[in-house]
């Protein structure tokens, strides 16, 4: 066992954990401790460059608007008292940013520059350095943090939970010596992030492969929604691992979406959803990779967007003469470890937040620029639950699903309450031998076939074959490294992601089925694998 028992377990480094974790020690001087996979500043965070949505005062926006574009982003599947809190508590928390030496886009008046952005009806988004969110954000509390945390385990891999008595304890990790060890923790807060490694094309970092959702997964937490894997639709089709992301910003400005033969053939400012299937059955149609970002008529574009600027100086392309080459590319797990408002998950002591949380504000869809203000909303209200001494789930948010219904009446629903359908993984006959032994190798063909199979468009079949591959990927004998830790998550998160997709049969929000094309009102739930 590495330290003392620690008070709070932050699992992960981008916005939630390190929100979470400046929180319960600079606040209520816990005694905290941060573990990473990597380094502190390699979270998936640092690569949003999106902004921040939040309503930061000035007529005529408010929460109300910025709710409802949520809920209708969410194809029915958000939980609206969650929605609620994130819109009222986000302005707070992006001013706690400020404070904490974030420095964001601002006009020659002094005033903070507000963008628009797919699914928003006004400019609500606060930028820096026009594309450098992300970024921006990481520095600030990678800052704070490194000032306030008791112990640091940078290059450690968590490997299991550890539970005793129905309780969350702490984890078992690998470290960079070999050793595995126990950290030990009174509470344990999963930041982990999403599951776009899942696909050949991603705009996520290496890292993102949905460790905490494997781990939650497999000691049996309920996760939810894991089916909705949202693909932006502009990333910059180049051959690079993660891609390049051309800001949703870009088509907020003015900037075009045409086909290879020159049409437009979409409203660049719907949903993500709609942006991305659109693209991808028009290069279906054309037997096309990729279509164009038309930015040629942007102004001042090196000024306003230098981190994109440069990305496309190095790819060779001139973004004031030339048309872009961009596709759909896997960008956000809107499901995860269903959670309460707190943050508390159904093992008491497990509490997580941002993207590898299923906390009811995403739905079927995540609204653009909606996820960096989830990990400041609730990383920090799950540190507010165990100052408060809470030591487990209530019936509020996406946790009303689990706790507000019994699972033997499915059909008896509370009002307000979305709905579940609770499941186990179905069991999948497995051959080993359809992987190469390889761990990285063995990862490419992974990701192949969900891209291929249970991406942007889905069918019967499709998921079938996926579900052939998934269950090879986990039934395979793997040896002590990180690279095998990695598959086996990857390969247990498909597992849900490809299981829950079979049995929704309908298309909603980023899950679309082209052998069910239409939403059904009847399936208007969440499946929970319990």
Known sequence: ???????????????????????????????VGVLTKGELPQATTRWAQGGVAAVLGGDPDSTDLHLADTLKAGAGLCDAEAVRVLVDEGPARVNDLITLGAIFDRDSRGELELAREGGHTLARIVHAGGSATGAEVERALVEAVQLTAAALHE?????????????????????PDGTIQEVRARNVLVTTGGAGQLYAVTTNPLEATGDGIAMALRAGVAVADIEFIQFHPTALSVDSMPRPLLTEALRGHGALLRDTNGERFVDELQPRDVVSRAETWRMQELGTDHVFLDATGLEDFDQRFPNIAAELTRAGLDPAKDWLPVAPAAHYTCGGIVTDLQGASSLPGLWAAGEASCSGVHGANRLASNSLLEGMVFGPRAVEAIEAGVSGPEASGAMRTVLGMDPDRPDTVPAGVIGGRFVHLDPVEADPSLLPEDPAKARLVLQRELTDNAGVLRDAARLDAAAVVVAAALAAPRADTVADYELRNLATVGRAVVDAARRREESRGAHTRDDFPATDPAQAHRTVFV
């Open 1 to 31: 066992m590495v330290d003392a028992e620690l008070d709070l377990l932050v699992l992960g480094s981008g916005v939630a954990g390190l929100s979470a974790a400046v929180r319960a020690a600079d606040t209520h001087k816990m005694r």
């Open 155 to 175: 290059h450690a891999f968590a490997l299991e939970l550890i539970v005793e008595a129905g309780r969350c304890r702490g984890v078992t990790a690998l470290f």
